[in-house]
């Protein structure tokens, strides 16, 4: 019987991808419209997606 190895939890980097800078341009344009949409209802929760895009952004920035 062959040892069989469990990928559950493994995790891959998205910049490491030939798609990444498209994946992460979707997410950042994603977050920057949550933290519109949610702003005038909680403030809290639209800083939280905004940090979220400013962080994404840094991401695109350095693989650019």
Same mark, same amino acid.
């Given at each position: 019987?062959?040892?069989? $190895?469990?990928?559950?939890?493994?995790?891959?980097?998205?910049? /490491?991808?030939?798609?990444?800078?498209?994946?992460?341009? &979707? %997410? $950042?344009?994603?977050?920057?419209?949550?933290?519109?949409n949610v /702003?005038?209802?909680?403030?809290?929760?639209?800083?939280? &997606? %905004?940090?979220?895009?400013?962080?994404?952004?840094?991401?695109?920035?350095a693989l650019?």
């Amino acid at each position: 019987m062959n040892n069989q $190895y469990c990928r559950v939890g493994t995790v891959t980097p998205i910049t /490491s991808g030939n798609q990444a800078i498209s994946i992460l341009e &979707f %997410r $950042y344009n994603n977050f920057l419209e949550k933290a519109a949409n949610v /702003s005038s209802m909680d403030t809290h929760l639209g800083e939280f &997606f %905004r940090r979220k895009a400013q962080g994404i952004k840094k991401i695109l920035e350095a693989l650019s």
